[in-house]
């Protein structure tokens, strides 16, 4: 059974701050982790993938991965009000699948 | 400019119609796939395509159907709606291999209410 656990939130920081947003899975098959962010009536977009062990950073972004703890984290400085979605955990799995967590939703406070 | 477009933004149908929801992409993708998002469960597969033809069940098939005659076409279908599918339909496409940055982009989604 594919489970993939994420805080559902909200979680609330003030601008300038840094969102820690962690996410759980339980496939130990599972190789690449992306982060999507999703608005409020929008779809989902890409915004970070990490495969590898360790930090991966992008911009104001960065990812991290345990494998042998199966988490994965996604953490967002100097947050500001344009971050505020839900930010979503997908694991691949299979051959080309991804497999969803519910969402984390993030709300910076100006 | 990639593009996944689905056929309706709001769809409105009546208990046991049969529905067609259609999603069309751009990118001379192999894969595509059709989800749906409900509140407090998230995104969930519930068939995806890896070719012309082809289609695999993923999660929660049961009530569905799925058509891909052409590679930038996959059609979900509701054979008989009920309203227990009312929810928001997200239909995505990748390449084959989408690791390593090649990502899996998705449609705008339609929202359907099964009355």
């Known amino acids: 059974q594919k489970e993939v656990e994420q805080n559902s939130g909200p979680l609330s920081v003030p601008e300038g701050a840094i969102a820690s947003l962690n996410c759980t899975y339980s496939?130990?098959?599972?190789?690449?982790f992306f982060w999507y962010r999703q608005y409020s009536g929008k779809s989902p977009e890409l915004i970070m993938f990490?495969?590898?062990?360790g930090d991966k950073e992008d911009g104001r972004f960065t990812a991290q991965l345990n494998k042998a703890s199966q988490y994965v984290s996604l953490l967002i400085r100097d947050s500001q009000p344009s971050d505020s979605a839900t930010y979503l955990c997908a694991p691949k799995t299979g051959a080309n699948n991804l497999f969803f967590g519910t969402g984390t939703r993030l709300t910076v406070i100006p | 400019d990639v593009k996944v477009t689905q056929s309706s933004r709001y769809l409105v149908k009546r208990t046991g119609e049969k529905v067609f929801l259609e999603c069309v992409q751009d990118m001379d993708h192999e894969n595509m796939f059709w989800y749906r998002q409900d509140p407090g469960l998230g995104l969930r597969l519930i068939y995806f395509?890896?070719?012309?033809?082809?289609?695999e069940k993923g999660d929660i098939p049961e009530g569905y159907s799925v058509s891909r005659e052409k590679k930038e076409r996959f059609s979900l279908i509701l054979e008989s709606a009920s309203t227990n599918q009312t929810s928001m339909y997200l239909c995505a496409s990748s390449p084959r291999e989408f690791s390593k940055g090649r990502e899996q982009f998705f449609g705008p989604g339609t929202r359907l209410t099964v009355l």
């Open positions: 990490i495969y590898s062990n």
């Open positions: 496939d130990r098959g599972s190789q690449s």
């Open positions: 395509s890896y070719d012309v033809k082809m289609k």
